[in-house]
Nanobody
């Protein structure tokens, strides 16, 4: 059974930083592409960042230069470092692998 558990969300002022973590279980973490998504209230879920098993990354244009995805295969954990946060980054953030999703963690950025 695959389990993904996100943590690290919270409230921060604009310009601040947060680091999200996603611990995975029940999946061969090291060979899978991991991704972060977000869903603002009342809007569709959108892809934020991905990282392949080889370490290649991709980002949504809206977060390029501010967010960094990384992974620690030894800990079965993927991270999302978010810097220079903006109010429009406010959303529930989810990690995903294949068709599996975590429960999400709320990020709120105040102006």
């Amino acid at each position: 059974q695959v389990q993904l558990v996100e943590s690290g969300g919270g409230s921060v002022q604009a310009g601040g930083s947060l680091r999200l973590s996603c611990a995975a279980a029940g999946v061969i973490f090291s060979i899978n592409t991991m991704s972060w998504h977000r869903q603002p209230l009342g809007k569709q879920r959108e892809l934020v960042a991905t990282m392949s098993s080889f370490g290649s990354t991709a980002y949504a244009d809206s977060v390029k230069g501010r967010f960094t995805i990384s992974r620690d295969n030894a800990k079965n954990t993927v991270y999302l470092q978010m810097n220079s946060l903006k109010p429009e980054d406010t959303a529930v953030y989810y990690c995903a692998v294949k068709t599996y999703w975590g429960q999400g963690t709320q990020v709120t950025v105040s102006s």
